[in-house]
Nanobody, 125 residues
Framework: VQLQASGGGLVQTGGSLRLSCAAS????????VAWFRQAPGKERTFVAG????????YYADSVKDRFTISEDNAKNTVYLQMNSLRPEDTAVYYC???????????????????WGLGTQVTVSS
């Protein structure tokens, strides 16, 4: 599976962006997918994810009610709709996927084998 993230850019505080993660591979719809982000000088952290075994969606507390993860299986694409953006959302955003993530490790980078290159999101104040 190859992942390609896109959709980043520069936006003002309160604005919106939609990130896309396009995947190759016919079985991608069976994979747990997630978004992570890494701000300058900080560790990569979990943002949102959809666990494939039960289709439950999880969000980091910092983005709940502002970000929404969704997918279009026909296009093999996962989206991250980001609303009410804040300067602290500035980071490089990465999508990740794996066929066998368990709930307890959903937010852990090490649970994912497949990663896309990041896309930069910058929120100006």
């Amino acid at each position: 599976v190859q992942l390609q993230a896109s959709g980043g850019g520069l936006v003002q505080t309160g604005g919106s962006l939609r990130l896309s993660c396009a995947a190759s591979g016919r079985t991608f719809h069976r994979y747990t997918v997630a978004w992570f982000r890494q701000a300058p000088g900080k560790e990569r952290t979990f943002v949102a994810g959809k666990k494939r075994s039960n289709n439950r969606i999880y969000y980091a507390d910092s983005v709940k009610d502002r970000f929404t993860i969704s997918e279009d299986n026909a296009k093999n694409t996962v989206y991250l709709q980001m609303n009410s953006l804040r300067p602290e959302d500035t980071a490089v955003y990465y999508c990740a996927a794996d066929p066998s993530v368990i709930s307890s490790t959903l937010a852990s980078q090490s649970a994912y084998v497949y990663w896309g290159l990041g896309t930069q999101v910058t929120v100006s104040s």
